[in-house]
């Protein structure tokens, strides 16, 4: 592709980011461009989102109904999982999944709740009232 059809389409991470294409300039060399984005892949991203924000808003429901622990919430809306979790917070897998129970969760001491809110990169009360804010 030429330098100049190096594709522009603005998408929802193009004001953040943008991703290098290679290109052929006037004289037939390769070279770096920058592309802030191009359909197809705006398209595929937006669907994922989509499936992102269906898995938060799933999991905060299931929260609120009292069949998982806000940890559940949290692990959907920072897109972990287990094992990442388990290595940003040093608890084991089997661990998260007994703290993902309500009723194991309710009982944990605040010195377990600080190292889910590191993880998450959240305060203490957020992690038991399930707040999120965003900078």
């Known amino acids: 592709m030429k330098?100049?059809?190096?594709?522009?389409?603005?998408?929802?991470?193009?004001?953040?980011?943008?991703?290098?294409?290679?290109?052929?300039d006037s004289s037939g060399k390769y070279v770096t461009e920058l592309?802030?984005?191009?359909?197809?892949?705006?398209?595929?991203?937006?669907?994922a989102w989509k499936d992102v924000q269906e898995r938060i808003a799933k999991a905060k429901q299931?929260?609120?109904n009292d069949e998982a622990s806000p940890i559940l919430f949290f692990m959907e809306y920072r897109l972990m999982d287990l094992e990442i979790l388990a290595g940003y917070s040093g608890f084991w897998k089997w661990q998260i999944k007994q703290h993902l129970k309500p009723e194991v969760f309710?009982?944990?001491?605040?010195?377990?709740?600080?190292?889910?809110?590191?993880?998450?990169?959240?305060?203490?009360?957020d992690?038991?009232?399930?707040?999120?804010?965003e900078a």
Request: charged share 30%.
């Open 3 to 24: 330098k100049e059809n190096v594709p522009q389409d603005m998408s929802s991470l193009g004001k953040i980011t943008k991703e290098v294409c290679y290109a052929t």
């Open 35 to 47: 592309s802030s984005g191009w359909d197809v892949k705006i398209n595929a991203l937006d669907v």
């Open 62 to 64: 299931r929260v609120l």
């Open 106 to 125: 309710n009982k944990l001491s605040d010195k377990k709740l600080q190292k889910y809110a590191d993880a998450f990169n959240v305060k203490l009360e």
């Open 127 to 133: 992690i038991k009232t399930m707040t999120v804010h």
